[in-house]
């Protein structure tokens, strides 16, 4: 069982930036898949990036590729999403994702543990 929380959400302007991160519980940690998804209003949750278990491989979303990084420190059970140059359009509630198997997956439905989700809201 992995237990997940996000933090660092916020109200941010245009072209700034923010750092989330997603505290996991669990001593298998090092060994998921993570990935970071995003829901706006009125719209379906979203793949934005995930990162495998020893963080060699990652992959991004076409809309937040150059601006979003995500990386991972196993010996904290974290991983963060840095986000530059924020749009009005990146305003959603961004959840973190975990799971045991291996390798890069873009699905929800593939991921077997959730967060509760942190606020951004990037104002014009």
């Known amino acids: 069982q992995v237990q997940l929380v996000e933090s660092g959400g916020g109200l941010v302007q245009a072209g700034g930036s923010l750092r989330l991160s997603c505290a996991a519980s669990?001593?298998?940690?090092?060994?998921?898949?993570m990935a970071w998804f995003r829901q706006a209003p009125g719209k379906e949750r979203e793949f934005v990036s995930s990162?495998?278990?020893?963080?060699?491989?990652?992959t991004y979303a076409d809309s937040v590729k150059g601006r979003f990084t995500i990386s991972r420190a196993n010996a904290k059970n974290t991983v963060y999403l840095q986000m530059n140059s924020l749009k009005p359009e990146d305003t959603a509630v961004y959840y973190c994702?975990?799971?045991?198997?291996?390798?890069?997956?873009?699905?929800?439905?593939?991921?077997?543990?959730w967060g509760r989700g942190t606020q951004v809201t990037v104002s014009s």
């Open positions: 994702a975990a799971d045991p198997g291996v390798g890069i997956r873009r699905q929800k439905n593939e991921y077997a543990y």
């Open positions: 669990g001593r298998t940690f090092s060994r998921y898949t």
């Open positions: 990162i495998t278990w020893g963080g060699g491989t990652t």
